[in-house]
């Protein structure tokens, strides 16, 4: 099975990932049912610094990371 097929298939740990791109990510809710891809989110796993808040769009390393299904 080619890696690129899977969604479910974890990322390379020494690749740069964002969490707007994990299935572990999750937007805070919000009054406004909107989301900025800038926006604040939670992470569902155990996050790479150690806090549940995450960027969506920051760049970093995260063993966790699960890549989405594209919706």
Known sequence: M???N???VKHDPNELIRCASCSHFRYFDNRA???SPHALGRC???PWDGNRGQ???FQHHCK???KAAKA
Request: aromatic share 12%; hydrophobic share 35%.
């Open 64 to 66: 966790s990371f699960v």
């Open 44 to 46: 569902g796993a155990r």
């Open 33 to 35: 049912e909107s989301q």
């Open 6 to 8: 899977n969604t479910r």
């Open 55 to 57: 960027w969506a769009l």
């Open 2 to 4: 080619k890696r690129e």
